[in-house]
């Protein structure tokens, strides 16, 4: 295989829009625990590497076979060419990198880390058997939070503010896997696959991922107000516009202008949410 291919398939697998919209919420777990530092900085950002990949691997793994079938998938993604073999290798390496990761950092972390596993493996699976779907996806993003904060606490929170990011996570993560299912509603029609962009068509769809998002945005602004810090109050106006303006003027027929909303606006709101938490937090 071409040095040049190789790229391209990394390429594919190392989305950054995803990748900074999930460790933003990783780092901003690990900034509302106690006592972090570098050593837990160092491997919680190697686990969520780790687990990233290998999620995709697996959610890769097991919808080959459909995968295949969309042009526009094959078009867009050349790591489909990778043989099953080689995918599932990697995704038990990978596996094998996050867990020692996770024993690194304290025993809570590590007795956690199968379950976590488990989830990258049922999920794919749901895409036949359910348009709620969604919603799994959602509570596998709002796990980034929890894994930051375990990851240098090695303990559950105690305090109600990082559960209620968990909460807009769920909304925010589920609000976009319902944008990004209305580019395939056509194919995932043919082929049987449980969407709401197919239930309930994508103009209804793009509705109630609009009143998820915007669900999503009053919590963020609750967890600010909750905080008691003027900047995060600040950033949390901000990035909750970010997150509501991937909705204005929408056009359900244009595939290309709804999967750049769906990468910028929600990598910013990330992004915005961290900087104004982790400047509180230092200052």
């Known amino acids: 295989m071409a040095k040049a291919e190789i790229s391209r398939i990394l390429a594919s697998l190392f989305n950054p829009w995803l990748i900074i919209y999930n460790i933003c919420f990783v780092y901003i777990g690990m900034l509302l625990a106690p006592n972090f530092g570098l050593f837990s900085f160092a491997f919680i950002t190697i686990a969520f590497m780790a687990a990233r990949l290998a999620a995709l691997l697996m959610n890769k793994y097991l919808g080959r076979e459909i995968d295949v079938k969309n042009k526009k998938k094959l078009e867009s993604d050349p790591s489909l060419a990778v043989p099953k073999n080689l995918l599932l290798a990697s995704f038990i390496i ?31 699976k749901l895409k036949k058997r359910s348009a709620s779907r969604h919603f799994s996806v959602g509570t596998i993003e709002s796990i980034d939070v929890l894994a930051g904060y375990i990851g240098v606490a090695g303990s559950f929170p105690y305090t109600a503010g990082p559960y209620i990011l968990v909460l807009s996570m769920i909304l925010v993560g589920s609000g976009f896997d319902i944008l990004y299912s ?102």
């Open 94 to 124: 990978l596996t094998a990198i996050f867990i020692f990761s996770a024993y690194m950092l304290n025993t809570l972390a590590l007795l956690l880390s199968p379950l976590v596993i488990l989830l990258f493996v049922v999920d794919p």
């Open 182 to 283: 209305v580019i395939h509603m056509d194919f995932d029609k043919r082929h049987g696959l449980k969407t709401y962009p197919v239930k309930y068509g994508a103009k209804k769809a793009v509705r109630i991922s609009s009143m998820l998002h915007y669900s999503a945005s009053a919590l963020i602004l609750v967890f600010a107000v909750m905080s008691g810090y003027a900047v995060v109050i600040v950033g949390a106006v901000v990035a909750a516009v970010a997150l509501m303006l991937q909705h204005v003027g929408l056009d359900v027929k244009n595939d290309a202008s709804i999967a750049m909303r769906i990468k910028i606006y929600n990598a910013l709101f990330a992004a915005i949410l961290l900087v104004s938490i982790a400047i509180a937090r230092l200052a």
